[in-house]
């Protein structure tokens, strides 16, 4: 269930001889939300071993006054190999007739450690020329390596339609996906081809001390690319960076920025009739303060920023915390940044306790709030 619902009623029973269970639930949708919704579900799911075959079937019925839904699946086990088709059918009162779901059929083969190869089989009821094959294979080469491909392809056309390549290593990735380009702009040829590249260089961390351990510092990284090569404005790097420092019983500090460029493609002399940017010249330009033309004219933007300070004294804690976001400015009709700093005591024999002062800097609000 989505986080965002509340749920106001939640019961479930089971009678495990027959395989039943039953489930009421009464949620509203979001927090706004005064309409309250009922859900019955019953599901029946027995499971059972012949020789060395495990079978589970599993059907599960969605009661009014929701929408009628009936899910069936069944799964065969043998030893590495999983056998699995399951379908699902609607019906509620916006259609005078039911509707079905794909019907999907897939085979799974459990190779060694965390590999796998698996085959999936789609077919659109009542359009049986739509079906699709997926083939997919993960490869776990090592603990830390990890390579996976997966190719769509249309059964009658016997033609490609879509892959998709990921490399895993640690924390970082390469995701690419390949599409059938049949109507390209200018800068690309028809074909199947590389359509779009994801990189995440995944948390680069970096941890220290000094003084017998007392004085703690650290440094982490944050990175990820996508960039669209159908259509190049489609693209994002995404920069985050975290600083921390510490002195024991006296203060913490904290330092967190996040940077966003949406123009990476000026990188590339294939997507831009101008000379192409340096990707290095360009992020040292937004760090020029001395130059604020530098600033304006990189491609680098700061998307937020948020900075926190404990100092702790003998019978008090003394908070800071300075943030500040790209935000929509609806008196004035444009996106602008919005910065705020919220200041605060805690007294360290409640902590449940604070003195707080909070201003916004952008406007004119100024309040102290005691909790």
Not at 77 to 84: D, P, V
Not at 258 to 264: D, I, K
Request: charged share 20%.
């Amino acid at each position: 269930m989505d986080p965002s619902y509340q749920v106001l009623q939640d019961f479930s029973v089971s009678y495990d001889p027959l395989s039943l269970s039953y489930l009421f639930r009464s949620y509203l949708l979001s927090s706004e939300d005064r309409d309250e919704v009922i859900r019955h579900q019953l599901t029946y799911a027995p499971a059972w071993e012949a020789g060395q075959t495990s079978w589970n079937l599993s059907v599960l019925f969605t009661l009014p006054p929701l929408e009628q839904r009936t899910a069936p699946s069944l799964s065969v086990q043998y030893g590495r190999l999983t056998l699995t088709g399951s379908t699902e059918y609607l019906f509620g009162p916006e259609t005078d007739r039911g509707f079905s779901k794909p019907l999907l059929v897939s085979l799974k083969a459990d190779l060694a450690g965390a590999s796998y190869a698996q085959a999936r089989w789609t077919y659109e009821i009542g359009s049986f020329e739509d079906s699709t094959l997926k083939l997919s294979v993960n490869m776990a080469v090592t603990d830390d390596l990890t390579a996976f491909g997966e190719v769509t392809s249309l059964v009658f056309d016997r033609s490609l339609s879509e892959a998709k390549s990921v490399l895993t290593y640690h924390k970082s990735s390469l995701t690419c996906w390949f599409d059938q380009v049949i109507d390209p702009p200018e800068h690309i040829d028809p074909g199947f081809q590389i359509s779009s590249f994801r990189i995440r260089t995944g948390a680069l961390s970096y941890t220290g001390s000094a003084w017998y351990d007392r004085i703690r510092y650290s440094a982490a990284v944050d990175a990820s690319w996508y960039l669209n090569m159908i259509d190049y404005y489609d693209n994002s790097l995404d920069v985050s960076l975290n600083i921390g420092f510490s002195v024991a019983e006296f203060i913490d500090i904290s330092f967190k920025t996040v940077s966003r460029n949406t123009a990476t493609y000026a990188y590339f002399s294939r997507f831009t009739d101008d000379a192409p940017l340096g990707l290095l010249e360009d992020l040292l330009m937004s760090f020029n303060f001395f130059d604020r033309s530098d600033r304006v004219a990189s491609n680098f933007n700061l998307d937020s920023l948020e900075i926190g300070i404990v100092h702790y004294m003998q019978d008090w804690d003394l908070h800071a915390d300075i943030t500040g976001k790209i935000g929509y400015d609806s008196e004035d009709d444009r996106w602008a940044w919005q910065p705020s700093v919220t200041i605060y005591l805690q007294w360290k024999a409640l902590p449940e306790i604070d003195l707080e002062a909070a201003r916004t800097l952008n406007g004119q609000s100024y309040e102290w709030d005691v909790k």
